[in-house]
């Protein structure tokens, strides 16, 4: 039983390398009943600002676990800042405790700082298979292992908080612009985890409240008319993973059948 969260795939074509057994947290997270059992639990999900997607962690302060082994994998592009150490800090303020926590490198989905055509030329220099192969052995293996963080990690993780606590709140209330390339199609609304997004008169309407910031609604609008406010790395370059197709994409994060419950 695997558990992931994504926005442009990385993730979920993880997990899909780990298990057959797959669950949207964000689909997850309605469920009445939170206690899951089985013999190995897993959770996969990218790592943002070196930590896990706030609705991650909140699934993580739900949910009970009933197992022999609990794993982490935490996808990131560039640098994960002591990402395991994070999660397991986190998992701990929880009640929890993981077995094993792992991070694996893929494509940088983040558009400030990256540019998605070289992230993508990137993808095999990352030797992603190679990793995840060492990965699911560590796993059958029950292996117990934290991946530990570097003083160069701790120093990262630090400074980001401080570039954080700098950065005015204003902006990120108004981080997304549609722009008059919308054609109203929809496809953001739907691959939004959070419910974030409506269509109004034809066209897309984003709220911050809840956000996750995990960018799904730019990198797969089809007109790329969704832009950040501030400024990015290649605006006209937009990433998906290339093994997730977009229908997949939209079953795990479509927040739509979910109205009539809020
Ligand atoms: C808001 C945000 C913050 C991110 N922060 C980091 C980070 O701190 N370090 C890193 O290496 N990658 C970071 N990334 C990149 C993602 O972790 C990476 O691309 C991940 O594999 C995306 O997973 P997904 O395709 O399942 O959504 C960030 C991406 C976003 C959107
Ligand atoms: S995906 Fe793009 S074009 Fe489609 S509704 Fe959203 S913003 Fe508009
Ligand atoms: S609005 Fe966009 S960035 Fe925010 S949670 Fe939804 S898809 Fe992700």
């Known amino acids: 039983m695997i558990f992931y969260f994504t926005g442009t795939g990385n993730s979920l074509y993880a997990a899909k390398q780990l298990d057959q057994e797959l669950i949207s947290i964000p689909q997850a997270m309605h469920r009445e009943e939170q206690t899951y059992r089985a013999v190995i639990i897993g959770i996969v999900c990218p790592v943002y600002g070196h930590e896990m997607p706030a609705m991650v962690k909140e699934f993580l302060r739900k949910a009970k676990f009933q197992t022999n082994y609990l794993y982490l994998i935490l996808t990131y592009g560039n640098i994960h800042g002591g990402a395991a150490e994070l999660a397991q800090k986190e998992l701990r303020s929880a009640g929890k405790n993981a077995d094993y926590i792992n991070t694996l490198k893929m494509a940088d989905n983040y558009l400030p700082a990256f540019d998605m055509e070289e992230q993508t030329a990137s993808e095999p220099g990352k030797k992603i298979e190679e990793h995840l192969g060492r990965i699911r ?27 954080q606590a700098a950065v005015p709140s204003d902006q990120w209330r108004h981080i997304y612009d549609v722009t008059e390339e919308c054609i109203g199609c929809g496809i ?74 809020r």
Request: proline share 5%; charged share 25%; glycine share 4%.
């Open 137 to 163: 052995e560590d796993i059958e293996a029950g292996k117990k292992w934290i991946q530990p963080a570097s003083k160069a990690d701790r120093a990262w993780h630090q400074k980001h908080l401080e570039r």
């Open 188 to 261: 953001c609304t739907r691959v939004c985890p959070a419910g974030c997004i409506h269509l109004e008169k034809g066209r897309a309407v984003h709220t911050m409240e809840n956000c996750q910031m995990c960018m799904a609604c730019i990198h797969h609008c089809p007109q790329n008319a969704i832009r950040l406010t501030i400024p990015e790395k290649n605006p006209a370059a937009r990433f998906h993973n290339s093994h997730i197709r977009l229908t997949e994409i939209v079953k795990a994060n479509d927040q739509s059948g979910w109205e009539a419950h």
